[in-house]
């Protein structure tokens, strides 16, 4: 059997960020989720630019944590390798133009578009149609997050991403089916658990944020979010506004359907919760 090419899918995550340190791949790559919104805009500006010559795209912000970016420069000093930054349309984008309602738990379109299509089309302009080995950061208790994985791949253990690589001959998109990666659990595989990755990043020069993905996202529990409306006022009203401009149209067009965020914007807590109080999200698409 022929080598696949192997990569690391690093997310800006403590484990990801481990896993490439220690089961190091040819390539390392990290998709940026990127927002439109000026009140979300990077605060370095050097750092913004920067970014943006990573990406060949406008970048304004993140609908992350902006520790992330500083994540990833950091962390490509420390492994001494290059880490290839890739983006695809913004969230705003995929709001006005996909799917007609607003990512959810049942129709979560947001991480196929977001990390899963620019990485598809980051890995077909290198290695054309050959399929890599994609590494994910699962830790070794995450079994219930692999099988999610590993249910969705075809009969052959490979991942399928539909893509549009060429024209047909009215010059529209030809639209194929691609066995695009193989993935892989080194963490898993070799018994790695939370407590080793933590202990090993307290003192390495890369900085975390107390939690990565974007921070408004549905999955995470609303007492969750209500922090979040705290520490990132702006971001989290850019989920707000996208609620609040789809119930317009759509009075069931919301991220939760037992909730919705301005109601979370106005909890009260009985007591004060701590992000340590609350586990790792749990979905199996947005690996930390």
Request: positive net charge; hydrophobic residues 30%; contains cysteine.
């Amino acid at each position: 059997m022929v080598s696949l090419e192997t990569v690391n899918s690093v997310s800006g995550g403590k484990s990801s960020a481990y896993m490439a340190k220690h089961y190091p791949a040819k390539h390392n790559l990290f998709a940026l989720v990127r927002i439109e919104s000026e009140k979300c805009r990077f605060p370095d500006e050097k750092i913004r630019l920067l970014v943006e010559d990573r990406i060949q795209k406008p970048f304004i912000g993140t609908a992350e944590d902006d520790t992330i970016i500083y994540t990833m420069l950091d962390l490509e000093q420390y492994l001494g390798q290059k880490i290839d930054w890739v983006s695809g349309i913004t969230y705003d984008e995929l709001i006005r133009t996909k799917g007609g309602w607003l990512p959810n738990k049942l129709r979560r379109y947001c991480t196929t578009w977001l990390k899963f299509d620019p990485q598809f089309y980051w890995c077909y302009d290198k290695f054309g149609d050959v399929p890599v080995e994609m590494r994910i950061g699962l830790r070794a208790n995450e079994l219930n997050r692999r099988e999610r994985i590993e249910e969705k791949l075809n009969k052959d253990g490979f991942g399928e991403y539909k893509g549009s690589v060429e024209k047909n001959t009215r010059g529209q998109n030809k639209w194929s089916l691609f066995a695009w990666q193989k993935p892989s659990f080194p963490l898993m595989d070799n018994a790695v658990f939370k407590d080793t990755i933590v202990e090993y990043w307290q003192d390495k020069p890369v900085r975390f944020a107390d939690y990565n993905n974007c921070v408004g996202c549905f999955h995470r529990n609303p007492l969750f979010l209500n922090k979040m409306f705290i520490q990132h006022p702006n971001k989290m009203e850019w989920f707000n506004k996208q609620e609040k401009l789809k119930k317009n149209k759509n009075k069931k067009a919301c991220w939760r359907n037992d909730t919705t965020y301005d109601k979370i914007k106005h909890y009260q807590p009985q007591h004060e919760l701590a992000l340590e109080d609350f586990g790792s999200c749990d979905t199996g698409g947005c690996i930390d």
